[in-house]
């Protein structure tokens, strides 16, 4: 009777093409294999939102000023008009030259960093600097699980890289915030005019401190794709709990 009813389970999952695990043969190999669609797109945005955070950080457009002035002659109405623009960055200012060409430069030259005119701009450059190579670093082990096998070491990686997701968010936003403090520095009241903490005077808020704004909040996310980005996500067992 044992042996009849043994039988009869044996042709039962043979005829279901499933072994005892409960999985098609040839399911286990394949999940083992596959990509993540969550974890590529994990490695993209964490890729593409490195290159953002860097460009940002490096542009001299966080502060501007264009000011319209006009060329004067002599018992005449003004005849043309041009643009006297100024700019500030986390490590550079650019100008308008006498010879009508903008021009950027390094703070004090370049590995001069205490010469920086003010004490937030530098504590700005150190936090912001180090959470993007936080966020590279993170980024640069989300492509390494790409190429390693679904189990314990890819869960830990994963782990391992949206902790430090969430550690750059965090430095980085802090960075964000200390630059106004600088505002109030005698360079940037010299074009600025009665610039204060949090107000830019007669200049405004430029293109690369918004990108950065947006890249630090996109980066936000990235943790909660760094949960999901295991390959395992794709059995259908329960999701795993990550260490």
């Known amino acids: 009777m044992h042996s009849l009813l043994g039988r009869e389970k044996k042709e039962e999952e043979a005829g279901f093409g499933i072994d005892r ?39 001299p457009a966080w502060i501007v000023k264009e000011q319209l002035r006009s060329s004067l002659h002599q018992h005449q109405q003004p005849q043309h008009h041009s643009k006297d623009s100024v700019s500030f960055g986390l490590l550079w200012h650019c100008s308008e030259s006498l ?12 590995g001069k960093f205490a010469e920086i005119p003010s004490s937030s701009w530098q504590t700005s450059a150190v936090l912001c600097s180090g959470g993007c190579a936080l966020l590279a670093v993170s ?23 949206g ?10 936003a802090a960075g964000l915030l200390v630059y106004p403090f600088g505002l109030n520095s005698s360079l940037v009241r010299s074009f600025c005019g009665d610039s204060e903490i ?5 200049c405004q808020i430029g293109w690369g401190y918004m990108l950065a ?21 794709l059995s259908p067992t329960p999701l795993p709990t990550l260490l």
């Open 21 to 59: 695990s409960g999985l098609s043969p040839g399911f286990a190999p394949h999940a083992a294999t596959m990509f993540s669609c969550v974890g590529c797109f994990w490695v993209l945005l964490s890729s593409a939102l490195v290159a953002v955070c860097s460009f940002s950080f490096i542009s």
């Open 99 to 110: 010879d009508h060409m903008y021009r950027c430069y390094t703070f004090g030259g370049l």
């Open 139 to 161: 980024s640069l082990l989300a492509i390494i699980t790409i190429f390693l096998p679904s189990g314990g070491c890819e869960r830990r990686i994963c782990t391992l890289a």
């Open 163 to 172: 902790y430090m997701q969430m550690a750059s968010v965090f430095i980085m």
């Open 198 to 202: 949090y107000y830019a005077g007669e």
């Open 213 to 233: 704004i947006v890249g630090v909040m996109l980066t936000l996310f990235l943790p909660f794709f760094a949960k999901y980005a295991p390959k395992e996500q």
